[in-house]
């Protein structure tokens, strides 16, 4: 016989809390950040490997053209929000957040640590998205009256 106490509730609740975050939303982030991880990425080997520019100044042209691609799919596809120059300058601002943190742990793998940059790339692809998403949803791309996108 199941027996349901309040230790048994609250971890449904938790589960329930985790199975809504990681559903629908939070996937079209994901799928839309691997987009922008492999755009990223690819410039920054591109640039760095085969013209040997700097891979910081490498890292930050990925993250550009990264960002433009991710501000149209996130607003379309994963947040349903109209592309508007006030949402895309808070999603830049959260952008180059990431673009700062992001910078600060390849200069930390490369010249700190005396590390691959790719090694320093790998440990931003599995911050930076996280503290992305939470800016975008909570802040970025919140609003008291949510302004949906209309797909014909």
Do not use: D
């Amino acid at each position: 016989m199941l027996c349901w106490n309040k230790k048994s509730w609250k971890y449904a609740r938790k589960m329930s809390k985790i199975k809504r975050l990681l559903s629908g939303q939070f996937f079209k982030y994901g799928f839309v950040g691997i987009i922008g991880t492999v755009i990223h990425t690819g410039i920054l080997w591109l640039l760095t490997e085969q013209t040997g520019l700097n891979p910081l100044l490498s890292s930050i042209f990925g993250y550009l053209l990264s960002l433009l691609i991710s501000y149209y799919l996130n607003s379309i596809l994963t947040f349903k929000r109209s592309i508007t120059l006030k949402f895309f300058i808070k999603y830049a601002t959260v952008s180059s957040f990431g673009l700062f943190v992001n910078i600060t742990i390849l200069f930390i793998f490369e010249n700190i640590l005396l590390m691959h940059y790719m090694i320093g790339q790998i440990i931003s692809i599995v911050v930076v998205p996280i503290l992305n998403f939470i800016l975008n949803k909570y802040w970025a791309f919140n609003t008291k009256s949510k302004k949906k996108v209309q797909v014909e």
